[in-house]
């Protein structure tokens, strides 16, 4: 099966500082990744959608110069959260597509295991 | 405003028993849903999927099911597990061919399947 691997799984950092996070696809290509975060007992809020050789889509009230994101190769996207804050603290996911993949498979998603950030 | 709902936070099964877990959706344009699964700090993991071209698609204890005109799906499993026990969440999306569509999820709903 599509195996996404996202490092690290848990980071703690001082105000102020910055974070990345890998986000890799291990047996298959990804054009498209995507980036979200999750808050306690909520649902997964779409932060970005990452594109190999181009630049980020940003949803809606996401800050871009915030959390940097770059998908420089088929396999891997990186989300850095620069000047990290304790609102930042949250669990990150990332998911890819596999860019082979046929018809309606094209839709699924395979997702990392998470990062859970935690800013003091 | 939240396109696709699953109302119930939390749903407790005995094992054995058939677990049914329930997604309404809002946007008429949505034709491929998803539901995942996610055991706590991990991601979720993709189950099963269905077209809007079907009403029904299966998979060993798994069956989801899609009725289009009230805009409804249920994941079906039986029987269950202990080991099902998670949280699944219900996915939705449209039509896209770049495959940049991203999916919209419900807020899921916490299955526990006691023994």
């Known amino acids: 099966g599509a195996v996404v691997s996202q490092h690290p799984s848990r980071v703690i950092c001082k105000s102020g500082t910055s974070v990345k996070i890998e986000c890799r696809s291990l047996d298959f290509q990804a054009t498209t990744m995507f980036w979200y975060r999750q808050f306690p007992k909520k649902s997964l809020m779409l932060m970005a959608t990452s594109n190999e050789g181009s630049k980020a889509t940003y949803e809606q009230g996401v800050e871009k110069d915030k959390f940097l994101i770059n998908h420089a190769s088929l396999t891997l996207s990186t989300l850095t959260v620069t000047s990290a804050h304790p609102e930042d603290s949250s669990f990150y996911i990332c998911s890819a597509r596999d860019r082979l993949a046929g018809g309606l498979a094209k839709n699924i998603q395979y997702f990392g295991a998470g990062t859970r950030l935690s800013v003091l | 405003d939240q396109q696709v709902k699953q109302n119930s936070p939390s749903l407790s099964v005995q094992e054995g028993r058939i677990s049914i877990l329930n997604c309404d959706y809002t946007n008429s344009m949505f034709d491929y849903f998803l539901w995942y699964k996610k055991y706590p700090a991990e991601g979720p993991t993709f189950l099963i999927s269905?077209?809007?071209?079907?009403d029904k698609n299966e998979d060993g204890r798994f069956t989801v099911f899609l009725n289009k005109s009230a805009k409804h799906l249920s994941l079906h499993i039986v029987p269950s597990q202990p080991g099902d026990s998670a949280v699944y969440f219900c996915?939705?999306?449209?039509?896209?061919?770049?495959?940049?569509?991203?999916?919209?999820f419900g807020k899921g709903t916490r299955l526990s399947v006691i023994a």
């Open positions: 269905i077209s809007s071209i079907k």
């Open positions: 996915a939705a999306t449209s039509p896209g061919d770049s495959g940049n569509t991203p999916l919209v």
